[in-house]
């Protein structure tokens, strides 16, 4: 059990952050939107405010025509509210340039509905790539991996809570993050590659795919 990630077991999970490092996690979140080491002395504390409040979530965006891996791999384009995505922009604007620096809004994408016959199937989900740009080119733009264990179940008609599939949620806030720093005015839509991992390509399917900003 020292590699979930060997051949025998190819299993990641889905996280295993330390949950209590969250003023770690911002300080160094902020760090690589430019805040410069000095300012951050301060943040520590804001961070333990902020933890101590109730976060914000609202939806971004959704594309609900459904994914299906009939191939290597799948695209999809998810378009954005405006409203919503100019508060994600606002909040770089407001969260850097307060004393102390405050965290701009996290970005977390929701995959619903996901049926397959197979739990050892996996892919991997990969956020803004351009459509003649190839995975395995871009490691930076790689969200995660989502592995499908308990899948078969949740899949069978036949299971008395079967038939509504998996839900899994990955952070893509360092997308987001990567956009702000190329002076992005705009954010109109977000796409996304589906790559296939193990598993038969025509048997995985994504119901619905949803965007949720989380914000203080």
């Known amino acids: 059990m020292l590699d979930t990630t060997g051949p025998k077991l190819d299993y990641i999970y889905e996280d295993i952050t330390n949950p209590f ?3 770690e996690r911002v300080a160094e979140r902020l760090e690589g939107l430019g805040i ?5 002395e301060a943040v520590e504390p804001a961070a333990e405010r902020d933890m101590a409040r109730k976060p914000q979530v609202e939806l971004l965006g959704a594309y609900a025509q459904g994914v299906r891996l009939s191939g290597p791999e799948a695209a999809a384009t998810v378009p954005l509210d405006q409203t919503t995505s100019r508060k994600v ?9 307060s004393t102390p620096p405050r965290e701009p809004d996290r970005v ?10 197979s739990d050892a199937a996996s892919f991997s ?8 740009e190839k995975p395995e080119d871009h ?3 790689l969200a995660g991996v989502v592995t499908l ?4 179940d949740a899949t069978s008609p036949e299971n008395p ?3 509504n599939g998996l839900n899994k949620v990955i952070e893509v806030t360092d997308a987001i993050d990567r956009l702000h720093l190329t002076g992005v005015q705009e954010l109109n839509q977000i796409p996304l590659r589906f790559v296939l991992r193990r598993g038969r390509a025509s048997d995985i399917q994504i119901g619905r795919i949803s965007i949720y900003r989380q914000g203080k």
Do not use: C, M, Q, T
């Open 89 to 97: 922009l606002e909040s770089f604007r407001s969260g850097l340039e």
């Open 108 to 117: 977390f994408l929701n995959l619903e509905n996901i049926k397959a016959s």
């Open 36 to 40: 410069a080491p000095a300012a951050l």
């Open 21 to 23: 490092a969250a003023r």
């Open 149 to 152: 264990f308990g899948v078969a």
């Open 161 to 163: 809570h079967g038939d």
């Open 125 to 132: 989900v990969y956020v803004g790539l351009k459509p003649d």
């Open 139 to 141: 490691p930076e733009n």
